[in-house]
């Protein structure tokens, strides 16, 4: 019998990680399924008991619920904790495990790129479940300021004040007050959910000239957007979240598998899910 695994969110019709996660099982001969397991908050509860049955490897999961499911694991990992926040579940023996690979996933591009944390001042739009991992994993690796901008920004201030946050990380109204922040940071980071929506980008294009010319623009989206268009058009250095989702990814199959990811495979599928070709 085929073992089984999941993306739970609303929606998950159009998510990539059926494509590369099946293809990173069948390349280690992993007889398992990765399935779409669209579930309205109503339903969660239900949805995280069935995990528990033996066949069942584990989840991802997705917007809205990372908060949520942080209730619903038996157990979490550090990296979990620190964020209040669960985009992995790993099922063992009737148990669930929570993690959050979102963090080592939105590293891993910034590692590669050579990015020297410490030495930067970052400012993260959005205080949704993604900008929680993105601070978190900022301050983790010491950069030396993480400002929060949201459009709520009563809600950036709670994401601060839940992670006991250090005052090195400061929240902010989404707006053209942000400018002296933009003007210091070396990375600006896009958590909101815009960018998926037609020509909107989640702070005003002018802005973006606050930057140093030495920034890096990073938006979570896993395509070309607005925002990165606009940071392009500027000569700033731009990254899409395509990346960050092959390497959480990876670190989740690890997680429900014990081996190591073929990332490669992962990556070559990704693009093909994303782009539409092989
Ligand atoms: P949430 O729904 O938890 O948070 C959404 C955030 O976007 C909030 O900060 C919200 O602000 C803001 N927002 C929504 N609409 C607007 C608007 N019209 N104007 C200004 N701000 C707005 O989503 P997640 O945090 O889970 O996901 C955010 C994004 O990150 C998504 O695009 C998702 O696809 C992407 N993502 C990518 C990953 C990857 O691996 N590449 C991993 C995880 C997420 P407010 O609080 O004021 O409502």
Redesign the pocket.
Known sequence: MALRVGLIGDPVAHSLSPAFQQAALDALGIDARYARWHTAAADLPARFAALRAPDVLGANV???H?EAAFALVDDVTARAAAARAV?TVVSRDGRLLGDNT?IP?FLAPLGERGLDLPALDAVVL??????RGVVVALLQRGCRSVTVA???PE?AAALIADLGAPPTARPAP?GASLAPALAAAGLLVN??????QGD?L?LDATLLRALPPTALVYD???RETPLLRAAGALGLATLD??R??VC?GAESLRAWTGRAAPLDVMWSAALAARDGHA
Do not use: C, E, H, V
């Open positions: 997705t917007l809205p990372k985009n979102d996933g959005g205080a949704g479940g993604a900008a949201n459009r709520r809600r989404l958590a909101t959910s815009i960018g998926w909107s989640p979570l989206t896993y979240g395509l960050m989702l959480q």
